[in-house]
């Protein structure tokens, strides 16, 4: 062999060996008191073998951690005992030296609820006007994953789960008047399950206008007001861009088919809100 080849190998070699490791398993899923879990945390970069331990913490009662025949990976398995929040990090070395430690935190419960979707219908929309639902989920455990099991929203219309993944919004400006059928489909991080359909009906152009007065507010300070509506009496949005000068104002937004809550607010000429009126229902033919 020749020595300048010689000399190259063991470089190459030399930068294998001391390269830095990297835990690359970010999170990991919960799990359920008596229900079998399973879970994978992967390394790689540096050099083999690797050495892996518990730096800190405690993993979950009845759950053990085997490294894989690789090392590149650290398998954990067996059947939680106890319900609790177990935290934790991990820490990997490698042949070189380099290290690499990553915290994790896992909710064990008790019982394995079922997820299950709570709401039941959603309000149609207009072509070219905004159009904005909320479909909620309940039980099991969270983080909840959300997909369209069949169907497809209407055209201009996404969806985005929330922070906590217990709600999916649906939000955009529907651009093609058709009736739209599809099923949603979450599923808890425990693996139960919960569907529900859903139709939406995208009307070409608005031929409804839902009409609101009320009281003035009796306070010498108020500057105007805000309307608020909502498909469920709970996912409110305000309406006006701009206070209302007036006690009167005229939704011609409405879809056809469609139930709509309404409330008012007084605003302060500081900016200090009212709470809502009373809720007024509207159901649009």
Known sequence: MKPWLLSLLLLIFA?????????????????????????????????TPYKWAIASGALPAGITAKVSSTTTSLNLAGTPTTAATYSFAVKVTACGGGVSQVSYKVVIQATASSVSITTTTLPNGTVGTAYSAVVKASGGCTPYKWAIASGALPAGVAEKPSSTTTTLNLAGTPKTAANYSFTEHVTGCGGHVSKRSYKIVIQATANHVVDL?????????????????????????????????????????????????????????????????????????
């Open 213 to 285: 007065s009320w009281k003035a507010s009796t306070s010498t300070d108020v500057a105007g007001y805000n309307i608020y509506r909502a498909p469920d009496g709970v996912t409110w949005k305000k309406m006006n861009a701009s206070l209302i000068a007036s006690t009167l104002y005229s939704d011609s937004t409405v879809a056809n088919g469609s139930t709509y809550y309404y409330a008012a607010t007084a605003v302060d000429i500081h900016g200090h809100e009212s709470s809502k009126t009373a809720v007024v229902k509207a159901i649009i033919p």
């Open 15 to 47: 930068t294998r060996c001391f390269g830095s490791v990297a835990v690359t398993t970010t999170t990991l899923p919960n799990g359920t008191v008596g229900t079998t879990y399973s879970t994978v945390i992967k390394a790689s970069s540096g050099c």
